[in-house]
Each structure stands twice: as structure tokens, then as C-alpha cells.
């Protein structure tokens, strides 16, 4: 790995590419057949009736191969309806073969082309290099369709989280721009990029809660409001959908992972949630009940034990609320093997049992596992599980394959892929979406933004030239010859004629720390090299040499993500003694973060002169935030997460609940040995100029249960640049019947780009209806009393008006 200071570890196959290559065997042949399918699909299915069969007949495909156009065959009838006639014609084996969703194959194997002729297998999960083309998948395809009694298309979903071959922030970045149309136009583009290579359907958005940075996962998350999840999630949704998903580029999205998975105890991945059914309604559902109102297609059941029952086999969740209460009418997907892991839960004795367990509580497809594959046709002969529950989900997998399209155009145009990465459009907006995600934490005497003449810059730090970080955990089919480092994005907005001096400083880590304690007389050691003996005085050195020094410091790539969690939220190896040594020089220090998740950085609070956190940020995060830091653009970020003090203060949110003893004296339950209140609170970020609130104005303070209150705020640029404010209206009810309320909770925001010296009124429309909140049985409830409201720069500034709500 050029200039990497670990090999970046295959996961299942997500590793980074070195270079674009056609597959051995697929080149210049695939493609001039490929070239075919740009006529459309009439033409191309006459290509291969001539190829293969007679069953593809212009508007249509004989799946079944009787010579008749069937209601499942005719593109003109209804999803639903296509999928009753269908399941009508399916055995019980070919039925439970809908339900299971295999690892994609490398190649056409003889057993993969075997079981796709008897109709075992209804999906793919495609995680590697297969997935630089659509060839395997077409093939593939090709048996199911022309070699299976009933011809049923396969469907192919992957991991496509922050971006496919153009990367993009990762989530909880993106979230960082309180920008939700954001993650519309991001999806949208990674499903273009996605569907080119032939892949129907995304395992995303991922719209669990996060309350806790120890939590890997927390980097895919939207952060730890949930109001503003779901915007984000909606919009997810909706870029990779879009209007119609059988159209051209577009994926079916999969909301995940349903659900509480995020409250994870200790942060550890997988783990124990505990979440009480008051909690789990207002903070935990909503965000999944926007994506289903968005009209998300499917739904993937959690790892997690949720309050004592494992969420893959829980009933409550997976039909009473998503079915029930909400209407979903698409289908679930089990996590990875969570179907089979009922057994080591302790609530099924054997695969059996856990199979039954989660298609009765509402699980539809089992991912990789295949206790239904294995167990559900006994199970049913047997009367132990109706016929009906497996017709049903059958019915849902159908009807989303009908609804996607795939019985109209089961393959991928294979004219497309070629052209159809790194696009400009694509990479501008993946570095326009870089450069918004990044949050100012600190600018001290406006060292930032830096001048591109005049004064010596020099970059130090383990992530100054490591471009293959900057990709973050899901970084799906991202090459390494794609991605620049922040050294390159700096020279290239210096120009030739300013040399910058780089040095790395220390590596990102240091070898050897244990990763994953398997047991005590094994673990395994982090790869990767150890810092140089003489790398920070060389580094120091350096230092000294300049007006201002940028350090780029952080996470390596893989420590956050899927099991990437830690117990310490500072930054690993000897990054802080590095700090400190040149922080000690007494230069100006601009401290770059590159992080998955909010980070413990008091001493970098106090030291450093300017700290931007850029997140993961991408292929193009080097330019973007090259951009921020040179003043192209301004930071506009705001944090969506708390960043502790201290590990020793998390699970730390803002919209916490007020407890019985609140506020800073003796005997109030603060730290003794801490300040209490977070390093940066959620909804923080600072801009390159300053901005003054004006005090919170009500149109009244008596609201009725239909009106709507109007809150205005003054906003002035106090600054000598222009910049963007972003006005954060927070509710807070001070009695309610249910349960108690947070401290504070979002209800709306407005980003205001202000000039020098500008000041605008914002105002806030706020539907009474809107005040409410969910009991423990999922009613929504609006009730009389008092209420306090704010317009702030975050969760932790200004002051509120009041109000009161009457009958
Ligand atoms: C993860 C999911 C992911 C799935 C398929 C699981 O281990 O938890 O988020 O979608 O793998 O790759």
C-alpha cells in the first residue's frame, strides 16, 4: 500500500483495489456484447433468444418456458399481482429458494450455476473485486433465468454505504452538513455508480441512533438525533430509489439495522442493547418509520439482543410495529447470519428452531445462513410452521423483485460500467460534500484560513500522505490510484512554486495493540509498521522551520465501521506526544482530524491554535478539505454527535432527559474528578467569521392544540468574512404525562449565508402537532402545559422563550 502505514484488511472482501482491470477472460468480447444492450432491452433480449433460448420475445420473457405470456411474464400487470400468479405456480423448495441470499460467486462455479438451476437461491451478497463488472452477475443471471423451471431473477445487493467507486464522506460526516438533500444527491450518485456493475439493491442507509463514539459504527450513522436521522434517512432513501427504481441507476435501499443495534453495551459491536419501549419509540423508531414513509423496499433485522429478545427473532419489532402499526409492505432481510445466531443468543436450541423463530416474527430472507434453506421444508411438512407465513414472505421478496424490475430487465447493460465511474460529476460533488462536512472546532486568531502565499506552511503528521485512509470503513469498490492525500491537495492549491515541506511524525498506530482479544491466550496484533526512532524531533524540526504547521492526525480507516469499536476515544500511538512536541515549538498548530467518530481531544483543545474535523472524507476529501483550509470554501459543519472529555462520560447525547437533581452543585451527580458538560456539544461548529443570535421572539405565548407557533431570531454577521450560520431551534417540554422530556430536542434548522455586517430575521414555523412526543404504546401525544423554545449555534447556547401549549 503506497505510503500506508498498515495493509488496509479485507473484510469479506472489502479491501481497496489497486487499479481498474476488466476481469481475465471478460475484456473486449463482453463489452462488444455488451455494446448490444444500448439499442434497449427489446433488442437485446432478441440477442440472446437467438443466443441461448426462445424466451425472449419482445416485451416480454417465457420465464416459465411454456410459450405463453403468464401473468407473472406480462410487464403491464401489477408487482402484486405478478407475484400472487407467480408464487401460485412455486413448489414449497423452490418457495424457501427465494428466501436465501448467498455470497456472490467469483465466477460461474458449477455448483453456483447448480443450485441457481433448482431455484435455491433467491439473492446475492456481492462484497468483492467481482463487483468491478457486471459479467459474473449477468451470467449468473443468465442460468437463473433461462435454466430454472420458473426462470425468477436473482437479486444482487452490496454494502454501497458512503459512495461505490467514488467514495464520499462517510455518514456521520455528510450528517455534519445538516444538508439531508445531501445524502439524496450522494445516494443518488453511488447508486449510479453501483448499478452500473449490475447491483439492485444497497444495505443502506443505516439509520441507528448513535449515543456512544466507542461504538465503530457510529461513523455510519447520522449521530445521535434523531429528528434529524430521519430528514437524513428519508433522503437517503430517496437518492438511491429516486422516484421510480426501475429506472436506470437506481438501487432499492434497505434501512438497517432494525433495531436498537446502536445502543450496543460498552460500545462493543453486536453486544446487549437494553432500551425501554418509551425510549425505543422516541429515539430508536423514528427514524425507521421516515425511511418506510420515504417508501423504503426493504428492511434489515438487527444483531442485537433487544431488551431480552434478540431483534432477528422478535415479533414486536419485525411485525407488530412494522407491519402492524406502519403498513411496510416490502420485505426484511436478516443481518449476516443472524438468523443462525438465535442459537448462541439462547433462544433457539438448534437451526430449526431458529428458523422458525424469525420467519414467524417476520424475517423474510436469510442472509448467508441457511437454516432456512435447511430446515423450513421439514418444518412445514410437518404442520410446525403454516404454509401461509412462508407464502407471505415469499410474496414480499416477489413483489420488490417485480417492483425493481428485474422480471422486465434481469440484466445489467453492460455498455455502462465502463464510462460510468469517477465521472466529474460525481467527483465534484464528492468534493463538494468533503469540504461540507467539515466542522471547525477551534480558530484561534483566525489562523485559518491559511494564505497560499506569503507564509511557510509545513504538513506533518501520519496522515498528512496517507491518501488510502481517507476512505473511511465502507469503502466499497474505492481504488487506490483514485485517491489523492491531503499532501497532494495542499500543493496543488500552493501551486509550483511553493514547495511543502512534509513529514509523517509517527504512524497512525503503533503495532501490536490487541484488536480483537479472541481469549486470553490469543488475540490478534494490529498490522502495520511502528513509528521511526527519530520521526518526531524530525518532525519537530521541521516545525520550526515554520509560520504555521497543519497536522494531520486521526484514526486509521478500519477502527471505526463494523466491529471497529474502542475503549479509548484518544488518538492511538504516539499521535499525542506528537502533538505536544510540536505544539511545544510554540508555532501555530492547525490540527486536521481524520476520524470515524467523535474523539476525546482535550489537550488538541487547548494547544492547538485551529482544529477541523474532516471525517473520513472520501476520494475527493483531500481536495475538500483543502479547499476549507485555504478559504476556497467556508466551513459550514456542525457536529451531530457530542464529543466527550473523556471515554469515562459516554453514552453522553444532548437531548438527554433532566433527572431529579440537575445542574452543577454538590450532591448533583457530576464528575469529581471532570467538568461534566461535553468537550463540543451536538450542533457546534464555528465559521470563518463569528455570528451574533438575537434573543428568541414568539408571535404568542399562549398556543393553541391546532395553531402553530412562530419563533424569530436576529442573526448578524459580526465578522469580517462572509459565512453561514446555521440557526438550530430546540423544544423542551417542561410537563408531560408519559415520561419525562430532554433538556433540549431538535425541531427545525436554517442554514443563512450572511455577508460581513448582514443581519437577516430567521423565522420557524412550528405546527403544534408537532410538540408531541410517543407514549410506550406508540401513541403520539400533544399535551397542554408549558414549553420552552430556542434559536441557538448549538445544542448548549442561548437562551429560551417560553410558552404555553393550552386545549
Ligand atoms: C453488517 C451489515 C451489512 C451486512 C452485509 C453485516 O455484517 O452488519 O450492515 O449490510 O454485513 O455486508
Redesign the pocket.
Known amino acids: 500500500m503506497p505510503g500506508g502505514s498498515h495493509a488496509i484488511t479485507a473484510r469479506?472482501g472489502k479491501s481497496l483495489e489497486k487499479a481498474f482491470e476488466y476481469p481475465a477472460g471478460c475484456g473486449q468480447s463482453w463489452r462488444m456484447k455488451g455494446s448490444l444492450f444500448i439499442v434497449g432491452w427489446l433488442a437485446a433480449t432478441a440477442v440472446f433468444a437467438a443466443d441461448s433460448s426462445s424466451i425472449y420475445h419482445p416485451g416480454w420473457i417465457d420465464f416459465n418456458k411454456d410459450g405463453k405470456k403468464n401473468v407473472y411474464e406480462d410487464p403491464s400487470q401489477p408487482a402484486d399481482k405478478r407475484a400472487r400468479d407467480l408464487l401460485k405456480r412455486m413448489t414449497v423448495d423452490e418457495k424457501i429458494g427465494q428466501l436465501w441470499q448467498v455470497d456472490l460467486p467469483r465466477a460461474l462455479e458449477p455448483q453456483a450455476a447448480a443450485r441457481l438451476r433448482n431455484g435455491e437461491v433467491g439473492s446475492y451478497?456481492g462484497?468483492d473485486a467481482t463487483l468491478e463488472t457486471p459479467v459474473v452477475r449477468n451470467q449468473l443471471q443468465h442460468v437463473a433465468v433461462e435454466q430454472s423451471r420458473l426462470g425468477i431473477p436473482v437479486i444482487l445487493?452490496?454494502?454501497v454505504i458512503h459512495g461505490f467507486r467514488t467514495v464520499f464522506p462517510i455518514p456521520l460526516g455528510q450528517a455534519c452538513a445538516w444538508e439531508p438533500g445531501l445524502f439524496e444527491r450522494t445516494g443518488a450518485m453511488a447508486a449510479r455508480e453501483a448499478a452500473a456493475v449490475g447491483i439492485d439493491w444497497t444495505?443502506?442507509p443505516?439509520v441507528d441512533l448513535a449515543r456512544d463514539p466507542r461504538w465503530g459504527?457510529i461513523a455510519?450513522s447520522f449521530g445521535e438525533d434523531p429528528w434529524l436521522g430521519a430528514l437524513d434517512g428519508a433522503a437517503s432513501v430517496r437518492g438511491f430509489q429516486g422516484t421510480n427504481v426501475q429506472a436506470a441507476g437506481r438501487v432499492v435501499a434497505?434501512v438497517?439495522?432494525y433495531v436498537g443495534y446502536g445502543a450496543a453495551e460498552g460500545g462493543r459491536d453486536y453486544n446487549t442493547t437494553e432500551i425501554s419501549e418509551y425510549t425505543l419509540r422516541n429515539f430508536y423508531l423514528p427514524q425507521f418509520k421516515a425511511a418506510v414513509d420515504a417508501g423504503v423496499l426493504t428492511v434489515?433485522s438487527?444483531?442485537n439482543c433487544l431488551s431480552g429478545v434478540p431483534a432477528s427473532g422478535n415479533r414486536h419489532t419485525l411485525t407488530d410495529i412494522l407491519r402492524g402499526e406502519w403498513k411496510f409492505g416490502g420485505f426484511v432481510v436478516s443481518?449476516?447470519q443472524a438468523v443462525a445466531e438465535l442459537v448462541d443468543h439462547g433462544v433457539a436450541a438448534n437451526d430449526a428452531e431458529a428458523a422458525r423463530l424469525a420467519l414467524t416474527a417476520g424475517v423474510d430472507m436469510e442472509?448467508v445462513s441457511r437454516t432456512y434453506h435447511d430446515t423450513l421444508k421439514q418444518q412445514i411438512e410437518q404442520g410446525l410452521i403454516p404454509q401461509g407465513v412462508l407464502d407471505k414472505a415469499v410474496r414480499r421478496v416477489l413483489t420488490v423483485k417485480f417492483q425493481k424490475g428485474l422480471f422486465d430487465r434481469p440484466y445489467a447493460d453492460e455498455s455502462v460500467y465502463p464510462t460510468a465511474f469517477l465521472r466529474p460529476d460525481a467527483l465534484a460533488l464528492a468534493r463538494e460534500a468533503a469540504a461540507n462536512s467539515c466542522v471547525l472546532l477551534k480558530d484561534e486568531d483566525r489562523v485559518l484560513p491559511l494564505a497560499a502565499g506569503g507564509k511557510r506552511i509545513v504538513l506533518l503528521g501520519p496522515l498528512a500522505e496517507a491518501a488510502q485512509e481517507l476512505v473511511g470503513p465502507w469503502h466499497s469498490r474505492a481504488h487506490t490510484n483514485d485517491l489523492i492525500s491531503l499532501a497532494d491537495a495542499m500543493r496543488e492549491q500552493l501551486g509550483a512554486r511553493v514547495k511543502l515541506a512534509v513529514a509523517r511524525g509517527c504512524a497512525v498506530f503503533e503495532p501490536g495493540v490487541i484488536k480483537v482479544p479472541r481469549d486470553i491466550t490469543s488475540f490478534s496484533p494490529l498490522r502495520g509498521s511502528p513509528s521511526g526512532a527519530n520521526e518526531i524531533p524530525e518532525a519537530v524540526a521541521l516545525a520550526k522551520t515554520a509560520d504555521v504547521v497543519v497536522l494531520a492526525l486521526g484514526e486509521p480507516l478500519d477502527w471505526s465501521g463494523?466491529d471497529g469499536s474502542r475503549s479509548d476515544l484518544g488518538l492511538p500511538g504516539l499521535q499525542e506526544q506528537l502533538f505536544d512536541a510540536v505544539a511545544a515549538t510554540g508555532k501555530p498548530v492547525v490540527v486536521v482530524l481524520f476520524n470515524g467518530r467523535p474523539l476525546a481531544i482535550t489537550q488538541l483543545q487547548q494547544k492547538a491554535a485551529a482544529i477541523l474535523d474532516a471525517w473520513f472524507p472520501g476520494t475527493q476529501g483531500a481536495n475538500g478539505v483543502a479547499d476549507v483550509l485555504f478559504g476556497r470554501v467556508e466551513p459550514s459543519g456542525r457536529l451531530t454527535a457530542t464529543f466527550p472529555r473523556s471515554v469515562g462520560q459516554v453514552p453522553f447525547y444532548y437531548d438527554h432527559f433532566n433527572t431529579g437533581r440537575p445542574g452543577f452543585g454538590e450532591y448533583k451527580g457530576n464528575y469529581v474528578d471532570i467538568p461534566t458538560v461535553p468537550l463540543y456539544p451536538f450542533g457546534y461548529g464555528l465559521a470563518y467569521t463569528t455570528f451574533e443570535f438575537g434573543g428568541v421572539q414568539l408571535a404568542t405565548n399562549a398556543l393553541s392544540l391546532h395553531g402553530t407557533l412562530t419563533a424569530r431570531a436576529e442573526i448578524k454577521n459580526t465578522g469580517t468574512r462572509a459565512g453561514t450560520a446555521v440557526a438550530e431551534l430546540y423544544l423542551r417540554a417542561l410537563a408531560t404525562t408519559a415520561g419525562s422530556r430532554p433538556v433540549r430536542e431538535l425541531k427545525g434548522f436554517q442554514k443563512v449565508r450572511l455577508q460581513p455586517g448582514e443581519a437577516r430575521r430567521v423565522s420557524f414555523e412550528l405546527p403544534a402537532h408537532q410538540l408531541g412526543y410517543y407514549d410506550a404504546a406508540g401513541h403520539w401525544l400533544v399535551e397542554p402545559g408549558r414549553y420552552q423554545v430556542w434559536i441557538s449555534q448549538d445544542s448548549a447556547a442561548g437562551d429560551p422563550a417560553a410558552f404555553a401549549l393550552r386545549q
Do not use: I, V
Open positions: 469479506r451478497l462484497s445487493g452490496h454494502d444495505f443502506a443505516m459504527r455510519e434497505c438497517k439495522h434489515m438487527s444483531f443481518d449476516y442472509m463494523e
